[in-house]
């Protein structure tokens, strides 16, 4: 698809596990959909979980225990998806706690969050049972946020928006060779483009924290291998060093910009909150984390592990009969973080 100047609604909110959206290069699928989702009425999310259930049940009934498909493996990725939205919902209406933000293998400084799911349980059929109580089931909003701290959600819509939407057009000014040349850049950069990109500012977290700031240029440079080593660069010959140095420039200016122009609002979040966003908008923006081994290995499954309850129980369940992901309930011992 060549630039229209007007972006289509059905790649922001796609449902499909495929993006080749040439207005934006992928650089606005299926995230702005996701995050609207999370400011939907909550039975909104309550139905389109019930719904992906619903199917994995009967699909699981029909296989009896045996591995479900590509079907099933999208539809288990959109469950995961829809988990996210439903934090990131009870989150900004106060309904759940965030003490220090860790992986499941490490300490919470305050405790599990409130309104995280109890532990899932089979019915008799082996099917994961639906869990996820109601927001509001014998629970007060919590009151413990700075009036003044923008919430979850509105933080990972601030990062997807900077760092894709207003960057995108001055991206596509820069790009070099003919028409038909920059329209292959374009469809590329949506084969997954942007989701490595985010998963390359992971990494650089994940190595180096907040400290990354220190070091702009090496951390840049791991963002840039990430994007041209995925395992999905093979498909993607049009993104040369120079497109990718150049999207990477852009949007690793956009992240620092962002820091700096809610400073000290934004300022302030813990490396684990700014993860936590990342790892969001990665899964997010994937057309397919099914099918993309980093966004699995640096989003879902931290995202999985944390102790703050992104993923409900039942997901786990099904992430562990399709993918072989650890099931619910096998979470390793905490220990200490050094201060």
Not at 66 to 94: F, Q, Y
Request: proline share 7%.
């Amino acid at each position: 698809m060549a630039s229209t100047g007007k972006h289509p609604g059905n790649c922001e909110k796609a449902k499909g596990h495929v993006c080749r959206c040439g207005n934006c290069g992928g650089s606005q699928h299926g995230w702005g959909g996701w995050v609207g989702l999370a400011r939907e009425p909550e039975q909104v999310r309550v139905e389109r979980r019930s719904s992906i259930l619903g199917k994995l049940a009967e699909r699981w009934s029909a296989k009896r225990g045996a591995k479900l498909g590509k079907r099933a493996d999208e539809t288990i990725m959109d469950l995961v998806r829809v988990d996210c939205t439903v934090w990131l919902a009870r989150e900004r209406d106060g309904w759940v706690a965030l003490p220090g933000q860790r992986r499941g293998t490490e300490t919470v400084a305050d405790g599990p969050c409130k309104g995280r799911p109890s532990p899932a349980r089979n019915d008799v059929r082996g099917e994961p049972a639906d869990e996820l109580p109601p927001a509001d089931a014998g629970r007060e909003p919590s009151s413990e946020a700075a009036p003044d701290r923008p919430g979850a959600l509105d933080q990972v819509n601030a990062f997807a928006r900077a760092m894709t939407e207003e960057i995108w057009q001055d991206i596509v000014a820069e790009l070099p060779g003919t028409p038909e040349e920059i329209r292959r850049i374009r469809l590329q950069l949506a084969d997954h483009g942007w989701c490595d990109l985010f998963i390359g500012v992971v990494r650089v977290l994940e190595k180096f924290g907040k400290a990354f700031d220190e070091i702009p240029d090496r951390a840049k440079n791991i963002i840039v291998k990430t994007i041209r080593r995925s395992s999905r660069g093979d498909k993607r010959p049009a993104l040369t060093k120079f497109v990718v140095n150049l999207v990477v420039d852009k949007a690793w200016a956009a992240f620092n910009a962002a820091l700096i122009a809610h400073s000290p609002i934004f300022g302030v979040l813990t490396n684990e909150e700014l993860l936590r966003n990342l790892r969001m908008i990665a899964l997010f923006i994937c057309p397919a984390p099914e099918r993309h081994e980093e966004v699995r290995k640096h989003a879902l499954e931290p995202l999985t592990d944390d102790v703050q309850g992104y993923v409900s129980d039942a997901a786990k369940e099904w992430l562990a009969k399709q993918f072989g992901l650890r099931p619910a309930g096998e979470i390793p011992a905490a220990r200490e973080t050094p201060a």
